[in-house]
């Protein structure tokens, strides 16, 4: 493994080094198998995206839009690429409010900042009359800023205009986008078109409605009546958690230990000949 950290950062990660290094040491483990580039020039890391003449099988890269963007572009071997998490909860017309009101709450208030934090809230119009005014209350009670269309503004005074921008914006923050919708096809439409394939779910009874969400929505976690902060490798038991690919090559969603291991075939025989 090479590391390489910001350069904010670079003396801290250079203590962290040293106690995985200590670790490694303790446990009878090569001391060189965890390295650490011991430099802030950015030359280094198009160095790492050549792949060092073979010495580096995947890239992993963490950070804002445009280190990914940079990786994605240049790199000549593999990328686990973890993207943002614009994701998004649609409210069907056929969900129950309590459940409704709980899942939209603990995906955008539990931990706002986290890549599984809800960040654009569709409601059905089927579900307005009975569950839109509700669940804005709720949220701004909270503490959580809305930005809305029209409709989603008459409910409550205190709901900002939504920009265009808003829908493909990941607030890290307790700031959610809301938007009613048609149906479930425009719902899934609006996905495709402004999110970024992280973590997206449906609160529904309707098992129908549910399965063509799941099917449908192309992202790499995709919930039915459950809240988009289980986007996380420990709560899918992939252990501690490298990152969420949005990509589709080889691994998608929560990349821990085992999805970063390639396969190699080791093949035992007595003598068998292949007609």
Same mark, same amino acid.
């Given at each position: 493994? +090479? !590391?390489?950290?910001? @350069?904010?950062?670079?003396?801290?990660?250079? #203590?962290?080094?040293?106690c995985?290094?200590?670790?490694?040491?303790?446990?009878?483990?090569?001391e =060189?198998? +965890?390295?650490?580039?011991?430099?802030?020039?950015?030359?280094? *890391?198009?160095?790492m995206?050549?792949?060092?003449?073979?010495?580096?099988?995947?890239?992993?890269p963490?950070?804002?839009?445009?280190?990914?963007?940079?990786?994605?572009?240049?790199?000549?071997?593999?990328?686990?690429? $973890?993207?943002?998490?614009?994701? $998004?909860?649609?409210?069907?017309a056929?969900?129950?409010?309590?459940?409704a /009101?709980?899942? *939209?709450?603990? =995906?955008?208030?539990?931990r706002?900042?986290?890549?599984?934090? *809800?960040?654009? !809230?569709?409601?059905d119009?089927?579900?307005?009359?009975?569950?839109?005014?509700?669940l804005?209350?709720?949220?701004i009670?909270?503490?959580?800023?809305?930005?809305?269309?029209?409709?989603?503004?008459?409910?409550?005074?205190?709901?900002?205009?939504?920009?265009?921008?808003?829908?493909?914006?990941?607030?890290?923050?307790? +700031?959610? @986008?809301? /938007?009613?919708?048609?149906?479930?096809?425009?719902?899934?439409?609006? +996905?495709?078109?402004?999110?970024?394939?992280?973590?997206?779910?449906?609160?529904?009874?309707?098992?129908?409605?549910?399965?063509?969400?799941?099917?449908?929505?192309?992202? #790499?976690?995709?919930?039915?009546?459950?809240?988009?902060?289980?986007?996380?490798?420990?709560?899918?038991?992939?252990?501690?958690?490298?990152g969420?690919?949005?990509? /589709?090559?080889?691994?998608?969603?929560?990349?821990g230990?085992?999805?970063?291991t390639?396969? /190699?075939?080791?093949?035992?025989?007595?003598g068998?000949?292949?007609?």
């Amino acid at each position: 493994m +090479i !590391l390489r950290g910001g @350069s904010d950062s670079f003396r801290s990660c250079r #203590a962290i080094h040293q106690c995985l290094v200590q670790g490694l040491r303790e446990a009878g483990l090569p001391e =060189a198998a +965890i390295t650490l580039v011991p430099t802030r020039d950015r030359a280094a *890391v198009g160095l790492m995206l050549t792949g060092l003449n073979g010495g580096i099988d995947v890239i992993v890269p963490r950070g804002g839009k445009s280190l990914v963007g940079r990786v994605e572009a240049e790199a000549r071997v593999p990328v686990f690429a $973890h993207l943002e998490g614009v994701n $998004h909860i649609y409210v069907d017309a056929s969900a129950k409010l309590d459940m409704a /009101k709980s899942v *939209v709450l603990n =995906a955008k208030m539990r931990r706002p900042g986290v890549c599984g934090a *809800v960040e654009t !809230l569709l409601i059905d119009r089927g579900a307005a009359a009975t569950k839109l005014k509700p669940l804005i209350e709720l949220l701004i009670e909270a503490g959580c800023e809305v930005r809305g269309d029209d409709i989603v503004q008459g409910v409550d005074a205190r709901v900002k205009p939504a920009s265009d921008e808003d829908w493909t914006t990941e607030y890290e923050d307790a +700031i959610i @986008s809301a /938007k009613i919708v048609d149906s479930l096809d425009e719902a899934i439409a609006h +996905i495709q078109n402004h999110g970024s394939h992280h973590t997206d779910a449906i609160v529904t009874e309707d098992a129908a409605a549910a399965q063509r969400f799941l099917n449908e929505v192309d992202s #790499a976690i995709v919930l039915h009546n459950a809240s988009t902060q289980f986007a996380d490798g420990g709560e899918f038991g992939f252990g501690a958690e490298i990152g969420i690919a949005t990509g /589709k090559f080889h691994a998608r969603g929560p990349v821990g230990a085992e999805q970063l291991t390639s396969f /190699k075939y080791r093949v035992h025989g007595t003598g068998q000949t292949r007609p």
